[in-house]
């Protein structure tokens, strides 16, 4: 190649990083037989968090093909000292009108920890937001920090925590809650037919968290959830706040496994219902004003005060695989982590591990069972939920010395056979746990086959997955490998972030390293926005959440009490974004970008708006949260860079 068409940083040495090797100018090169022309304002998106020390570090610019020709970039630290520069690298695609070429800039070399901008010089004009580069677990552990307060915010129940975005004890009926019949709704699953039919049975499903920005509780994304904590937990055993909120969410889930009558409950509250069933998504509130409503049976807010419950099937029915695997993993999770402070905890969560397991219906009809109405949460796999429960269940017997491990070994393996021949793998998220099974199952079957896999299939399985992002990626101009115009963006990009990292950990393989960190600094402002989607991380972030708590007593400018470390879903198609959210008592609040409009950014089909009604772009979950969360667990150990 011949190098003087190779992009190159420049960098200051470490005795004066001001000094600068000047084997470019920082003032571009004469335009158009050399007049010099007035330098175009274009757009640089930078992950705005920070890259680690040792790893690939890339930025971009996007502008008009003319004005980015021309550019050059110089990189300033804190005291605006010039400490490197360049030229822009590659052409990565088009992205708009507006917008119609972006480049890349790498910044591999900045390699003396710091707070940096990036500017541009010559025919282009711009100025970054503030980028670090530091240790892994420096720029990326107070992250989990925040991702936990994020987490302590959506507390229910009597155990509330003060913060910065306090609320008052909520859902105490929960403690005595009627138990009602499965629902039924129309076809598009958006209005409940008739009214609700109570079974006679009460039960205590108080505590837990808040599932998004509404006040329903699903078992199906807590289990999730409760998983990435526990998983977490791993990296970072000395967190306590952790620790606490991994127990919070355990001690609820407890709450929804009947033991003596073999009854898992699958949710609290409903969210779908008609003129005669008023529903949580009917009223913007503080949660604990819930409590305060005078109602009677027969009322059409009596649902909203006293929440029904639904159990995944009859008292010792079997139960759709997909919960009763996550529940069973999530318990076996626990029983590793008490091993070796309290083995009798451990077995007993062990126990109760296996006898959710074992409820499983490995028959079961379609769809699958994970919330009422069904299409708030859609799912198709289940195997790889088994698998995760087989294979926590033959490392904590492991761990306890239990007899049972090989024949959960040999579970697992046949679940993970049935997961691979399958037609519906997908990638991490709230509905495709493979990633996190294969990577324990390995670790069980320690270089032995069972049921046709070992670690080679389960390994392949990862690198398919991660394969399938670079792929997406390489026809992106901002490298994303997630889809942004359909839900879930960022919580599918952090769940690659966290594969690789689970992949390179496993295998000693750092391929995907590179990629794993510019998904995460997509996910942090080096995408087309140039926004953050962590509330609170980085100059520019969303500051109108669709989440009753922060829009009632929080901030509306993004200053002072937000709800910090909530993930937010991110762009999603255009022609979803058709029509809003607004309710009498919400809080009007919308942000626009630092400059412009954010419409100046869409594209692809893909738009993003940070305002309170857009819950198809801004609403915050739990899901999203905690795997953001491990995604930076397993960065913050500063491995497979």
Known sequence: MNSSLTPRLLVGTAAGLGTLLLA?????????????????????RVDQVGYLLGEAKQAYVMGPTSALAGARFKVVDAENKVVAAGRLGAVTGRWNAEYPSVRTVDLSALKTPG?????????????????????????????????????????????????????????LADEDATVYAHPEYDEEGTELLGELTPTGDRVDVSGGWFDAGDFLKFTGTTSYSVAELLLAQRDLPGMAELSDEASHGLAWLDRMWDEDSETLYVQVGIGAGNDAVRTDHDVWRLPEADDRLDVSPGDPDYTIKHRPVFRAADPGEPVSPNLAGRVAAVFALAAQRAADTDPEAARAWLDKAATVYESADTDPDEPLLTAFPEAFYPEDSWQDDMEFAGAELALASRELGDDREGDWADDAAGWARAYLDSDVQGTLNVADVSALAHVDLATVLDGTRTNGVGAEELYEDLRRQLDDGVARAGHDPFRAGAVYDDFDAVPHTFGLVATARLYARATGDTDYAAFAGRQRGWALGANPWGTSFVIGAGEVYPHCPEHQLANLRGSLDGKGTILRGAVVNGPNAAEKLEELNGFPTMKKCTAAPPTGAWTDFDGKGARYVDDVGAWQTVEPALDFTTTALLAFALTAQGEGQ
């Open 24 to 44: 470019v100018g920082l003032h571009g090169l004469p335009y158009g037989g050399g007049a010099t022309l007035a330098p175009t304002e274009v757009a640089i």
């Open 115 to 171: 707070t940096y901008r990036l500017v541009l010089t010559g025919t282009a004009s711009g100025r970054s937001p503030a980028f670090r580069v530091a240790e892994a677990d420096e720029l990326m552990t107070p992250l989990v920090r925040d991702n936990v307060r994020f987490l302590q915010a959506q507390r229910d129940g009597a155990d509330v925590l003060p913060g910065a975005l306090r609320h008052g004890p909520s859902h």
